[in-house]
């Protein structure tokens, strides 16, 4: 791996997107920061976390505080994952495996994407050998194929994955009028190295059908796919871009292990709530016990506080990381999880959280 110096003067993620927006290409920003048509949803994701305030309490016992907690049966030593972002050689030449060993000498979780541009066995290795580290978790979309679903599958499985995310926000991709704008191509010697690069052609429309509705959707994943995911592998299952209630109610009608508060970061629909707004509802809607996530706008340590409190059981995120990528590979990633991880224990012990078990509602 490349070593890098971290810019002087980087001490927050704030810092870090702004460096790496003089570090990165217009098309690679085009696409790592950019968001859906007028981007409403990318902007309200953070400010809705800002907006929450806190309550502190005072003059509490924290000795022996800690940012441990339970997840899918593992204890991590923090609740911060690494959400699934696509492509990241785009960002930095040692990509995923940059995150990869970021995340493992940092204890934290990472979810890797089908559209991965780096091999799923690789970036498994490099979390495995690390002792210690957190929990590897492998994305997966739907693929038109069963069997092609099926291959991803028993790779992770045999990579030594530990559970599936499914992401289920996206039958198509959102109206991303920066990325049109600019023009947005991959650059040469990058790709989803998971998925074929020349896909079957689509089959010919008739006159006056969609080639959205007609061609596209019709191999979109609908509740019975998750049914069928469920039933051909071992693996836990979570899914990934819930908003609604009654979606979040479904999964746990299906035993999910796992549901995820996601709006696909801004990427997909825009004028969706922001994934702080959606939280707290879903987790009013469960009467079972259902692991929440959440993602969408986490910046600071606070933010990840809020979310525990607002009943998540842990974060991921996306865009941070990619930017800590951008500035200084596996270093800046490790930073930007530190920073965090530093900011989550300083918010804790100035609201009177001994352990986040501490954090509920009423701090808000």
């Not at 541009?117 to 997966?140: C, I, K, N, Y």
């Not at 990427?267 to 707290?280: I, Q, V």
Request: glycine fraction near 8%.
């Amino acid at each position: 791996m490349k070593l890098q110096a971290i810019a002087t003067g980087i001490v927050s993620l704030a810092d870090h997107e702004a460096h790496a927006r003089t570090t990165l290409d217009a098309n690679a920003w085009s696409y790592f920061g950019g968001g859906a048509a007028d981007e409403l949803t990318l902007r309200a994701n953070a400010r809705a976390w800002a907006h929450i305030g806190l309550l502190p309490r005072v003059l509490r016992p924290l000795a022996g505080g800690h940012t441990r907690v339970r997840l899918l049966g593992r204890e991590l030593a923090h609740p911060i994952l690494l959400a699934p972002v696509a492509w990241q050689c785009m960002a930095h030449p040692d990509g995923e495996a940059a995150s990869a060993m970021a995340a493992a000498a940092q204890q934290a979780g990472l979810v890797l994407s089908t559209q991965s541009s780096t091999p799923m066995e690789d970036v498994a290795a490099l979390v495995r050998a690390t002792p210690g580290h957190g929990p590897l978790w492998f994305q997966l979309y739907v693929q038109p194929d069963r069997g092609r679903s099926i291959e991803l599958v028993r790779r992770a499985e045999a990579a030594g994955y530990e559970a599936l995310v499914l992401t289920v926000d996206a039958p198509v991709h959102g109206a991303r009028d920066r990325e049109r704008r600019q023009g947005f191509r991959l650059p040469p010697g990058v790709r989803a190295v998971h998925l074929p690069e020349n896909p079957p052609a689509a089959a010919p429309l008739r006159p006056g059908q969609s080639a959205l509705f007609d061609g596209l959707l019709q191999t979109a994943p609908t509740w019975d796919d998750v049914a069928w995911l469920q039933s051909v592998t071992h693996l836990p299952l979570l899914i990934k871009g819930v908003l609604h209630p009654r979606d979040a109610q479904q999964a746990a009608s299906l035993q999910l292990a796992g549901v995820i508060v996601s709006n696909h970061c801004g990427r997909t629909l825009d004028t969706t709530p922001a994934t702080a707004w959606a939280l707290p509802r879903i987790a009013d809607a469960l009467q079972v016990d259902v692991t929440l996530l959440v993602d969408g706008g986490i910046r600071r340590g606070t933010d990840v506080l809020k979310a525990i409190a607002l009943g998540a059981s842990a974060v991921l995120v996306g865009r941070p990381i990619v930017f800590g990528l951008a500035n200084a590979g596996a270093q800046g990633v490790a930073h930007v999880l530190r920073l965090l991880r530093d900011e989550l224990e300083i918010a804790m012990a100035l609201t009177g959280c001994r352990t986040l078990a501490d954090a509920g509602a009423d701090m808000l």
